[in-house]
C-alpha cells in the first residue's frame, strides 16, 4: 500500500457564488508547515490540478489556474510518510466522476479496503486515500445519501483521518475520524459569505475567515447542500479522544488553535515547565528554528536566562524555508539542519542551553550540537519539550521503526524520561540533557492526559484498536 500522510487540508463553498480558488490557494499557504511535498486543488467541474513542490510556487502556475474558478473547491498540501513522492501520490485524488477527496492522516487498515473494492475498481487503490475514496463511491451507489454512505464507511475505517471532499454537485464534505487524531476546523468569511473547512484555524486568519469552532471527531459537516450553508452530521457515537500531542509541540502552527487550546501559549508553558522542573546552568538559552521558539521563550522567562537568535536559517538558499522533520529522507533533513547557521558573537565563550521540540533520530541534534561547539560554545546542553520518542506513530506522523529512534536504541529496559535522557545527551554530545515527560507534556497543553494520544512514547496503542503483532500494523509495511 502506498502514501500515508500527516499533511493540511482545506474546503471552501460561498452560497454567494464567489470563487474560491483564492482562498484555497492562500489556505496552502497558510498550510505550508503540514506539507512541502505537493499540493494541489480541485474546484467545481474542473479535472484536479496538482503539483509537486511548494504551495507558494502557485504563482508561477497563474496562467493555468485562470479557469479554475468555482463556489467549491478542496486543497491539499502533502506530507509523506510512507509511499513516492510523486505527482500520483498528490492530492486531492479524482474518485470516478462522483468526487475528489483529501485526506489528513493514516488508513492502517487500507489494504482490507482495497482488497475489498479489487474486483471493482482494481488497480485504482495505491494510496490509503484512494482506498477509503474507492470504498466510499462503492457505498455512496449502495446508499445514495452521502451522510449514511459515511457512516456505513466510517464503521469499516481503522486510523486517522480528516477528509474534505468536493462531490460532483459542487457540495463541499469535511469528516474527522472518531478519535480526532488530526486537527480539523470550521471557519466563515462573511464578505464572501464562504463556510471554510482547514486543517488548522491558522488557515482561517490567512484568508479573514472568522474562526468557528473544531468539527468535533465523529462529525461529518456539509458546506452548500440544499440549504447553501452548513449541516452537521454525526456519524459515529462519541468515544474517548486521542488527541495528537505531537500537534502541540512541532507540528502545527504556533497561530493556531487546536482542540481549544492555543498552540503557542502550550509551546510557552512547556518551555517555562522545563526550567522550573530542572535548573540548568546556563548563560544564553537558543531556540532550534523555527518551532521552539516559544518553548525557548518559556524557558528564558522561568530560568530568568537571556535568550538570543544563536541558531538561524538561512532562508536564502533553496532549503532555507523547509522543515527538516517532513523532508521525506535522511539526506533531504540532514541538508536542512546544515543550512542552520550559528551566531558565533551571541554563544562564543558562553554555556548554552539549546531548547528543541523533539530528538526523533538523533542526527540533526548531533549536527546542530558540533555546529555550536564548532561556533566557540564554552559547553552546550539541551532541553526538548516532547518526551522521549520510543515507538513509531501509526497515524500519520514519520517516526520510523524502533530500530531508527535514538530512544529506543540507547533505553536498554529503562523506560523513565530522565534516564533516557542521559543516554540520548551522551549520544549526541552535550554536557547535560532534559526531555519532558507525559504528564508535564499533558499539564502543559493543558487537556486531560486521557484525552491525547501519546502511542510514539509509551507504546500503547489500544485507542487505535490494534496490536503491535496484528495483521494489521503488518499491512502498513513497518
Request: some cysteine.
Amino acid at each position: 500500500m502506498g502514501a500515508r500522510e500527516a499533511c493540511g487540508v482545506i474546503g471552501a463553498y460561498s452560497s454567494k457564488g464567489a470563487d474560491v480558488t483564492p482562498k484555497l490557494l492562500k489556505g496552502l499557504e497558510a498550510l505550508q508547515h503540514r506539507g512541502q511535498e505537493s499540493w494541489g486543488i480541485a474546484v467545481d467541474a474542473k479535472p484536479v490540478f496538482k503539483k509537486m513542490g511548494l504551495a507558494f510556487n502557485w504563482y508561477n502556475y497563474a496562467q493555468e489556474l485562470v479557469g479554475y474558478k468555482g463556489r467549491a473547491g478542496i486543497g491539499h498540501v502533502r506530507y509523506s510518510t510512507k509511499g513516492r513522492s510523486n505527482l500520483n501520490n498528490a492530492q486531492p485524488v479524482q474518485i470516478g466522476s462522483e468526487f475528489s477527496i483529501a485526506h489528513n492522516g493514516t488508513i492502517v487498515n487500507a489494504e482490507h479496503l482495497a482488497q475489498a473494492v479489487s474486483r471493482v475498481y482494481k488497480g485504482k487503490c495505491g494510496t490509503d486515500t484512494m482506498a477509503a475514496g474507492y470504498r466510499l463511491l462503492q457505498i455512496l451507489r449502495e446508499e445514495n445519501d452521502w451522510f449514511y454512505a459515511f457512516e456505513r464507511l466510517g464503521k469499516e475505517l481503522i486510523g486517522s483521518y480528516s477528509f474534505v471532499i468536493l462531490n460532483r454537485r459542487g457540495e463541499v464534505f469535511a469528516a474527522r475520524d472518531p478519535r480526532g487524531y488530526r486537527p480539523l476546523c470550521l471557519g466563515f468569511h462573511r464578505g464572501s459569505r464562504t463556510y471554510v473547512a482547514a486543517s488548522e484555524s491558522c488557515a482561517l486568519a490567512a484568508i479573514d475567515a472568522e474562526f468557528i469552532r473544531d468539527i468535533e471527531p465523529g462529525e461529518m459537516v456539509r458546506l452548500g447542500g440544499p440549504q447553501r450553508g452548513l449541516e452537521s452530521f454525526r456519524f459515529a457515537p462519541k468515544t474517548e479522544t486521542a488527541y495528537c500531542s505531537f500537534e502541540y509541540t512541532y507540528f502545527a502552527h504556533p497561530s493556531s488553535k487546536i482542540n481549544g487550546v492555543s498552540v503557542y501559549e502550550a509551546r510557552k508553558k512547556v518551555g517555562r515547565m522545563l526550567a522550573a522542573r530542572h535548573h540548568m546552568k546556563g548563560d544564553v538559552v537558543i531556540p532550534v528554528p523555527d518551532s521552539a521558539r516559544p518553548a525557548a521563550l518559556g524557558y528564558s522567562v522561568e530560568s530568568r536566562i537571556p535568550m538570543d537568535e544563536g541558531l538561524m536559517k538561512d532562508r536564502y538558499r533553496r532549503k532555507g524555508s523547509i522543515r527538516s522533520f517532513i523532508e521525506p529522507r535522511q539526506s533531504g533533513r540532514e541538508e536542512v539542519v546544515k543550512r542552520i547557521i550559528p551566531i558565533r558573537e551571541a554563544i562564543q565563550k558562553k554555556e548554552v542551553i539549546v531548547v528543541d521540540d523533539s530528538v526523533v533520530r538523533g542526527t540533526s541534534s548531533k549536527i546542530i550540537v558540533d555546529s555550536l561547539k564548532n561556533a566557540g560554545a564554552k559547553k552546550v546542553r539541551m532541553a526538548v519539550t516532547f518526551p522521549p520518542i520510543a515507538h513509531p506513530c501509526y497515524m500519520g506522523v514519520d517516526f520510523p521503526s524502533k530500530e531508527e529512534l535514538l530512544a529506543y536504541q540507547v533505553a536498554n529496559g529503562d523506560n523513565s524520561a530522565a534516564a533516557i535522557g542521559k543516554k540520548v545527551g551522551r549520544a549526541i554530545g552535550v554536557a547535560e540533557f532534559q526531555y519532558n515527560d507525559i504528564d508535564g507534556l499533558a499539564e502543559a497543553i493543558g487537556l486531560p492526559k486521557s484525552s491525547m494520544c501519546f502511542a510514539c512514547i509509551n507504546g500503547d496503542y489500544r485507542k487505535l484498536g490494534i496490536d503491535p503483532g496484528s495483521k494489521i500494523k503488518k499491512e502498513m509495511g513497518r
